[in-house]
Structures are given as C-alpha cells and as structure tokens.
C-alpha cells in the first residue's frame, strides 16, 4: 500500500527517517531530528527567496502558474471580471463567500462611510515636498494612520479588526487621490458618496470646477475591473512582507505601510511604472529589436514579463488586453501600445524568452491603459496598491486566525568569522 511519507537515508550516518507528507508537502521542523550527533543542531533547508517553501496554508487564492489559471476563493478570475464588481470580490476574498444582496448593501455601506480622512492627515501630506512619488506618500500616510487609531492595536478583537478593515480598504483611494493632487498643486476633491468606489476614485482624482464629477461609465468599470484583477495573488512579496509584520502583532496600518513599501520596487507592483519608463525610452517600434538584444544580453530586463509562479501566460494580462480597446474606444490609443505589441510579439517566438517560459505578466499592459485614462506614471504603483489592500487584509486575517502562525522568523546559515579577540 502506498504510504503518505518520505523515507531519508541520511549517508553520513547511515540512519533513515520516515517523515509524514501532508497536502504534498514536508514539514522542516521534520528535518531537525536528522543529525550526525547528539550536539549537531539538525538539519535545515536553505531556499532564499522562498521559491519552494510553504509559509502558510491558506484558502483565498489559487494559482496554477503551468496552466494559467488564478481563482479567488474557488472562482475563476475571468468569471469575476466579466460579472462582478471589485467591492464584491473584496468582501469574497475576505468573507470566503460572494455577499448576499442585504450583506452587499451593509459592506457597501460601510466603505462608503469611511472615505473621509482626518483633516490632520491632509496636514501630515502637506508636509511633504511638491514633488514627492506619489507611491513615497501613500506608504508615509498609510503608516501614520495608526496614530489616529489607537484602538487598531487590538488585533485579536473581531469588531475592531473590522473596522480597521473597512476603513483601509475605504481610505487608501482618498490618499491615493490627495497625494496626486498635492503633486499637482490641486486642492484636494473630497469623496461623493454618490459614487461608486471606483467612480469616486476617478471623482478624487480628476474633478476640477464642476459641481459633481461624472465619471465615464466605461472608464469606471476598466477600473473596477483592473481593482478585481490587482484584488490579491497569494503568497507574493508584498503579501509576505504583510503577514511577516503582521505575525509580530503590528497593527494593520503599520503592516499595510510595509507590505505598500514592498510592492513600490519594480519587481513587484513599480513593475507597471517601469513598463512604461522603457516603452518611452525605446520610443519606436523599429528600435524594439535592438532592446530584446540588449534583453538578452543581460543588461537590461524586460518590464512587465516573467513571473516567480506563472510559467505560462498570465490570466490577468489576457483580460487586461480585452480591456484596452474598451477603454482606447472612449480615450483614443495609447502610442505606446503598438510598441508593446511588437515587444510581445518578438518575444513570444524569441528561444530566449520561450526557453526560460517568459510571458507578460499583470504589469505589461496595465500601465498603457492607465495612462490613457489620464493617469501619470508615478501613480500605477499606486494603483496597484488600492485594490490589493483587500487582499493584504483578508491575508493577515487568515493568518491571525491559524493556529500554525508564530512571529516569522527565518533561520540563516551563518559563513561569517568563527569567535575572535578584539584588536584594539
Ligand atoms: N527579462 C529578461 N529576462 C528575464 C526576465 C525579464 N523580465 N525575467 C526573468 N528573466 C530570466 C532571468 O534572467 C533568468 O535567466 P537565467 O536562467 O539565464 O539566469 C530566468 O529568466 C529566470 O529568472 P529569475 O530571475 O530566476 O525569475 P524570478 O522568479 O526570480 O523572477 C520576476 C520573477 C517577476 C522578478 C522576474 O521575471 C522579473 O524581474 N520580471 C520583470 C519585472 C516584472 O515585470 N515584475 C512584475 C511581476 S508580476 C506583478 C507583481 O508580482 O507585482
């Protein structure tokens, strides 16, 4: 009979271990009890960066990064794009459930109601210089909510918990929005609760004399779509750096400050802002050989291409395109996109980027469509940002709630000097 464990011959000894296999996996606390003597400390596993070890069970998303595939909480990402909305995916993500339309309207309720900010918080972004990145203030502004909210130290207290939740996933349009305006010298648009959520974005954004903003009906649903996209993809760096500040028992401003410092580097969510920067430079389409060469001589990486998980095409990448000519039909094109469409399309049949299974990823074309609605590119990471808070919070949820969780603390393998006398 087949048996759900792993046998180890460990050949510096001769001993073997039976090890138990749960859900495909080892434990690595298994491999402590492998040692050589009694004072060995026992076995470890050295993966930096984590590229094949599970630091969390978890139920919100699935990725099969082979075959393309990306579900949230068991429903697949093209279904909730063409017939749901991001407040609803938001509330699915961190209910485990799509809402009722009675628990619909008490959600939608409560992050309409907390888009104000504290008048001291615009104070707080004034203080900053004319110029600052967007992305700069948002992580600044987000962290220091948690002044403002003493009471979101009770981490453990459901109600309150609650509430800080409601209250991120409502005001991080509001920075967002304010921190634009201040770099622009504009004063900042209040929330229209009128609005939806990503009507009222584009209204905190872009509203200038008139006396109530209407946003573009197709303007407002790309957006709401791209927020479902964005909404969460499990354990990425971002995510990571939240739970791993989190299990320290941080509060949720603190921890949503670090997991949006995490998603600024360009790896990650600056990636759509880096897209666009090398579109610029590359400027025609007839100097696009010329960079997948110098690509593939190393020197430089194709932004927006390549994923630690999918080695196929993203799934968010093929409905963003779907998009585009939505949106390119109210704004007319973007420029740039014929030479992002020439870069895919070398790329694709190029040995270099099929060999290693490099396709576009979410940041490819995502950038193109947010600079067409009128977004500056200091402001995509940003984007990126808003939406994925619901992800961040129903993560660090989860995480509080399971039992397996401790404070994160890796090991290290430690190659530095054996002990040494201080030389004066
Ligand atoms: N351009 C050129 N070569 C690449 C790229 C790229 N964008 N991505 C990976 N490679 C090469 C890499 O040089 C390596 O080649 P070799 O085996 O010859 O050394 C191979 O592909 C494997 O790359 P890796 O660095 O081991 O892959 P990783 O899983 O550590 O990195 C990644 C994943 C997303 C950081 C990387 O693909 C990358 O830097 N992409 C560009 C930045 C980007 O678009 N980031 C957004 C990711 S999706 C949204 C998000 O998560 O925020």
Redesign the pocket.
Known sequence: MNKETLTITDNRTGKQYEIPVEDGTIRAMDLRQIKTSDDDFGLMSYDP?F?NTASCKSRITFIDGDKGILRYRGYPIEQLAERSTYLEVAYLILHGELPAAAEFEEWTWEITHHTLIHEQIKKFMDGVRYDAHPMGLLIGTVGALSTFYPEAKNIFDAEKRSKQVHRLIAKMPTIAAFAYRHSVGMPYAYPDNDLSYTGNFLNMMFKTTEVKYKPDPVLERALDVLFILHAD?EQ??STSAMRGIGSSQADPYSAVAGAAAA?YG????G?NE??LRMLNEISSKANVPAYIKR?KE?EV????????VYKNY?PRARIIKQIADQVFAVTGSNPVLEIALELERIALEDEYFVS?K?YP????YSGIIYQAMGFPVDMFPVL?AIPRTSGWMAQWVEMLNDPDQKIARPRQIYLGYEEREYKP
């Open positions: 960066a590229t993809h990425n760096c998603l360009p790896l990650h969510g990636a880096a897209v690509v190393g990486r194709l932004m927006g291409f390549g994923h630690r993203d290693r490099l990823n979410v940041d490819f990126f």
